[in-house]
């Protein structure tokens, strides 16, 4: 049995989301889920760079730039993204972002009309 990365941070990230869901339900954009993210990050002290850049390097020269919407406690990736649609992007982009780093772990969140999808991804690369 494989042991869950960083589970109690995780799980509490997730719920953050969720308090996220019940007070502002589906239908803004991406920027305020991301702003009420952060006011809740802030209110349970957890450690968190947003917008995070992440300069992909080979022999000391830039080829790529990535932006994370969260880096939390220097562990983990997190992605909001808004709607059903565009899912298998969205896994895509947060691979490619696992792969580009030394982040162990990635979380998409998802907030649709249906309620909230979560995709823990550990970073295997």
Known sequence: MSEIIYKELSY???GLAYQIQNKLGYGMKEATYK??????????????????????????KLIA???FDFI???KIILEFKIG?????DCYRQLLDYLKSSQY??????RLTKDG???KRIPNIY
């Open 35 to 60: 702003n009420a993210f952060e006011e809740l990050l802030k209110q349970e002290n957890i450690e968190y760079k947003r917008e995070f850049y992440y300069p992909v390097k080979i022999n000391n």
């Open 104 to 109: 162990k772990l990635g979380i998409i969140i």
């Open 72 to 74: 939390i406690d220097e």
């Open 84 to 88: 059903s649609d565009r899912y298998l």
């Open 12 to 14: 509490k990230l997730i």
């Open 116 to 118: 909230i999808k979560v």
């Open 65 to 67: 730039k990535k932006y």
